[in-house]
């Protein structure tokens, strides 16, 4: 199986800081990368597919970027709507495996 | 606007067999796959299996042993049973929708269904 880990699992934040989140593969999965956001007592939503592509709706300050086993997800300002936990997803393979989550705290 | 709206039991003996329900509200039900995952601390986000129209399935290797999944396309519902419970199965249960461009990317969720098993 495919194991993706984040880095790292809890950030504190201010708003309208630059964010950066890394998700590392142990084993190429070229460009199969998604980025979901979860809040509290909620299902996922996906932001970012395909490594790079916004989710239609999403707010162009989310992006991705990264292929093989180094991704990352970047809030370009951080918003009060997107203090949340961050999960990467591979999803070629039928283990869709996610990485353990990196919570957005407030600082 | 699809919605997934899923219900099933919520509290577990050991042993016994999970069983949970997700309808389809809106949409097509024959063109995607529709999927089951769970959360819990201790495992994260972990995927169940998927199921289609025809009730082609796949599931996780690690459930496999324990799990069907079923399909009712007179209702566009679909269905998730996992036996011989025990309390590492205590969860939040999702059902989500496979993409249709992407199958494995889950494009619409239910809002879950947290069960726990407990003697």
């Known amino acids: 199986d495919i194991q993706m880990t984040q880095s790292p699992s809890t950030l504190s934040a201010s708003i309208g800081d630059r964010v950066t989140i890394t998700c590392r593969a142990s084993q190429s999965i070229s460009d199969w990368l998604a980025w979901y956001q979860q809040k509290p007592g909620k299902a996922p939503k996906v932001l970012i597919y395909k490594a790079s592509r916004l989710e239609s709706g999403v707010p162009s300050r989310f992006s991705g970027s990264g292929s093989g086993t180094e991704f990352t997800l970047t809030i370009s300002s951080l918003q009060p709507d997107d203090f949340a936990t961050y999960y990467c997803?591979?999803?070629?393979?039928?283990?869709?495996?996610f990485g353990q989550g990196t919570k957005v705290e407030i600082k | 606007q699809v919605q997934l709206q899923q219900w099933g039991a919520g509290l577990l003996k050991p042993s016994e067999t999970l069983s949970l329900t997700c309808a389809v509200d809106?949409?097509?039900?024959?063109?995607?796959?529709w999927n089951w995952f769970r959360q819990s601390p201790g495992k994260g986000l972990e995927w169940i299996g998927e199921i289609n129209h025809s009730g082609s399935t796949n599931y996780s290797p690690s459930l496999e042993s324990r799990v069907t999944m079923s399909v009712d396309t007179s209702k566009n519902q679909f269905s998730l049973k996992l036996s011989s419970v025990s309390a590492a199965d205590t969860a939040v249960y999702y059902c989500?929708?496979?993409?249709?461009?992407?199958?494995?990317?889950?494009?619409?969720w239910g809002k879950g269904t947290t069960v726990t098993v407990s003697s």
């Open positions: 989500a929708r496979g993409g249709y461009r992407y199958r494995g990317l889950m494009d619409v």
């Open positions: 809106g949409g097509s039900f024959s063109i995607y796959y």
């Open positions: 997803q591979e999803f070629n393979s039928y283990s869709r495996t």
